[in-house]
């Protein structure tokens, strides 16, 4: 709870610290930048150092991508180049519209030769991949609102692949509390991931920040966060937009902001190394894409 406290209050304060300061009112100026400290505490994500490595011999390279499209705010004329452009092995997309549906499918097998896509809006999920899908379901663990299990033949490796967007919380005059249906659909995820003996990926928007308790139970369950381990700068991914004011006017919902957290993530199993992680190009959501290179490691003898 303290963590969406401060994401959604704190930056206000730090915005109007120059204001307190031009007016001299010193108390109010010294409460706030305790307040933007504290905000940056808890938002930024610290490691000891950055780094790019190599795969190691006998590995196989593989990255990915994770991207929360915004219901339409990542139109197709702008997501199917920006995919490309980011050439990325496996591509995992929530919030996918009928639209963008149909123009990853017409894109053809020159774009993706392997996809599984559903066009639902909030509920809409895809994973288009450079490698055979072997199989796929969708998971109903939260009525309406399905993940997507995948999957793939990787050089002979049978790899797991989930699609997850869990609900965003909900802020009543109590707290912060979570949706009808979420706790349940972690509940079944951390199963499924603790179920699997191979290699698994574990990509999407959880709507959740680094210190919440579901972060630590999903780590708790045996999966690396990647980008917190190999990631370049802060991460943050939302929010690009404001996405709220839609219903005011689309072109205010289009101006771009700098995102404050980070809360769509790649999560790989122990049978994964990962090597590097960055935000990558924005295509107009109100979430920017994250990307990793792993290796996925030879098979014990």
């Not at 920006?82 to 963008?100: G, P």
Request: proline residues 7%; contains cysteine; hydrophobic residues 50%.
């Amino acid at each position: 709870v303290l963590a969406y406290v401060f994401i959604l209050v704190l930056p206000i304060a730090f915005l109007l610290l120059p204001l307190a300061l031009y007016r001299r009112r010193w108390l109010g100026a010294s409460l706030q930048a305790l307040c933007a400290i504290a905000f940056l505490w808890v938002v930024i994500d610290t490691r000891a150092e950055n780094r790019t490595s190599e795969a190691p011999p006998g590995s196989i390279e593989v990255s990915a991508l994770t991207y929360n499209i915004g219901d339409g705010l990542a139109p197709p004329e702008r997501l199917i180049p920006m995919l490309a452009e980011a050439d990325a092995d496996i591509v995992a997309l929530v919030e996918v519209t009928d639209d963008v549906a149909a123009a990853i499918n017409a894109a053809g097998d020159d774009f993706y030769p392997y996809r599984v896509v559903r066009g639902a809006g909030i509920s809409g999920k895809g994973l288009l991949s450079r490698y055979p899908v072997t199989d796929y379901e969708w998971l109903e663990y939260n009525p309406g609102r399905p993940d997507l299990r995948v999957q793939l033949d990787i050089s002979g490796n049978d790899v797991t692949v989930i699609v997850a967007h869990p609900p965003p919380p909900e802020i009543t005059r109590t707290g912060v509390e979570d949706r009808e249906g979420t706790e349940a659909q972690l509940n079944a995820l951390r199963r499924l991931v603790a179920g699997r003996q191979g290699p698994l990926l574990l990509l999407g928007d959880f709507n959740i920040t680094r210190q919440h308790d579901v972060y630590t139970e999903i780590e708790s369950a045996g999966l690396q966060d990647v980008f917190h381990i190999a990631g370049s700068g802060f991460g943050f991914t939302i929010p690009a937009r404001l996405q709220a004011l839609r219903v005011v006017s689309d072109r205010l919902a289009a101006v771009r902001i700098v995102p404050v957290a980070r809360i769509d993530y790649i999560w790989a199993s122990e049978h994964w190394l990962p090597l590097d992680a960055w935000v990558a190009a924005d295509a107009g959501s109100d979430h920017l894409p994250v990307m990793a290179r792993l290796a996925l490691l030879p098979a014990a003898p």
